[in-house]
């Protein structure tokens, strides 16, 4: 099986390759189109500010290669934030893929970014296979994917969020399954199976 990282300007790239690394699979790390469309499973990571990856994304044409994409894609973290059409963070015009906006945690009330570990629930999808009802996941996020139709597991941090969603062949996790110990593991696993 071939799974692909999209490179670009991210920043968890490496831990995600690592991670894969211990499921014994060698990821092709690239930002090739031809390589990524020949891909069985694609993952989109980041870490990061969204306008910086997104003005990125558009100069290597990797934002119209993304959208067009057929087989299975993982985004993780900015990588999900930046599937969806707006994020509040520099008023950044995303890819448009999820039908959703990216908005900033109330600074007032909360202690933003969301750091450490939290409880996922609501889990309706074969992503999550295996696992529990409130599972523990690894945040790092001063915004959030809003809730909707298409949310498949939900976190709460002051409001409910989408922890994870999926539209078409597109699924995406808020959370960083490369630093979620055994839950992250499976999620991933239970990915490469899809």
């Not at 062949?169 to 990915?191: D, M, P």
Request: aromatic share 10%.
């Amino acid at each position: 099986m071939k799974i692909a990282i999209i490179k670009y300007n991210a920043g968890n790239v490496e831990s995600v390759k690592n991670a894969l690394n211990r499921l014994n699979i060698e990821p092709l790390l690239t930002d090739d189109a031809e390589e990524l469309n020949a891909a069985d499973k694609v993952i989109f990571p980041g870490v990061g500010e969204a306008r910086a990856a997104m003005n990125y994304l558009k100069e290597r044409n990797l934002d119209s290669i993304i959208k067009n994409l057929k087989q299975p894609v993982l985004g993780i973290c900015l990588g999900m934030q930046l599937l969806c059409d707006f994020s509040e963070e520099r008023g950044t015009e995303c890819l448009g893929i999820l039908p959703y906006r990216v908005r900033r945690f109330d600074s007032e009330k909360l202690k933003i970014p969301q750091m450490g570990w939290n409880n996922i629930f609501g889990l309706k999808s074969d992503l999550f296979d295996g696992l529990q009802e409130n599972s523990y996941v690894y945040f790092v996020h001063s915004f959030y994917v809003e809730a909707g139709k298409e949310t498949i597991a939900t976190c709460a941090y002051g409001v409910k969020f989408s922890a994870a969603v999926k539209h078409n062949n597109f699924y995406a996790v808020q959370f960083h399954t490369e630093k979620s110990g055994v839950v992250g593991e499976r999620i991933l696993e239970n990915f490469l199976k899809i």
